[in-house]
């Protein structure tokens, strides 16, 4: 019984300045894994945007392509330019705006063929009707993509097309509106956009936006 209190005895708790120590310890070892994790996170999520882009772009030009096999794709032309704007809620439903020409609505003559392109389309999911009815080209496509990326929701698209090809395409999973500042055309054609500044991916108000072809860090036209 002697040794047992002995023992107990000998057994001592830390001291409020061994205490201090090991606390001031974890704090120093938050300071640099939290933003080293969060960084992870982030390089991750602008990662998974650039790919879900570059899909977007992939799909975009096979429909392109199908289109213009079955007779009213895009003019073969310079002049020939489209911008489709994708807007996914958070239930997985599309709506698609088109542009003709490079500003308005409309503005050139941008299609050919059987189908009319629609410029207004809302409403559409996944794996709902049969597209061989569907007389909307712009319908139709947004039909395509969306059984293709039926997990893609909250999400804004932009897909800016010429004489049949999708040049470029702008994603973001942080909702439905555009960021307030987005690369430009010229910025496509030279690789590079300003970002915030410090991270490719990240927008000046902090939306991560996917790109294809994938847009690196510098200075915007």
Request: net charge negative; hydrophobic share 40%.
């Amino acid at each position: 019984m002697i040794k047992k209190l002995q023992k107990l005895k000998a057994k001592k708790g830390f001291t409020l300045v061994e205490l201090i120590v090991v606390i001031a310890i974890i704090g120093v070892l938050a300071a640099i894994l939290i933003p080293t994790m969060l960084g992870f996170v982030t390089s991750s999520r602008v990662t998974s945007a650039n790919t879900t882009a570059a899909e977007l772009q992939k799909q975009i030009n096979n429909f392109l392509t199908d289109a213009d096999t079955a007779g009213y794709g895009m003019k073969k032309s310079n002049t020939a330019i489209a911008s489709f704007t994708f807007k996914i809620t958070d239930d997985g439903t599309w709506g698609t705006t088109l542009s003709e020409g490079s500003y308005s609505p409309a503005a050139s003559d941008a299609f050919k063929g059987t189908k009319t392109w629609g410029t207004e389309i809302t409403g559409v999911k996944a794996n709902e009707g049969n597209k061989s009815d569907i007389e909307d080209a712009t319908e139709l496509m947004t039909r395509t993509l969306a059984d293709v990326f039926p997990d893609v929701k909250s999400s804004y698209v932009f897909a800016y097309c010429v004489g049949g090809s999708c040049k470029y395409v702008a994603y973001s999973a942080d909702g439905t509106d555009a960021p307030s500042s987005m690369p430009t055309e010229d910025d496509f054609k030279n690789g590079v956009y300003t970002w915030d500044g410090n991270t490719a991916g990240i927008t000046s108000d902090g939306i991560i936006l996917g790109t294809a072809p994938e847009l690196k860090l510098g200075k915007a036209s």
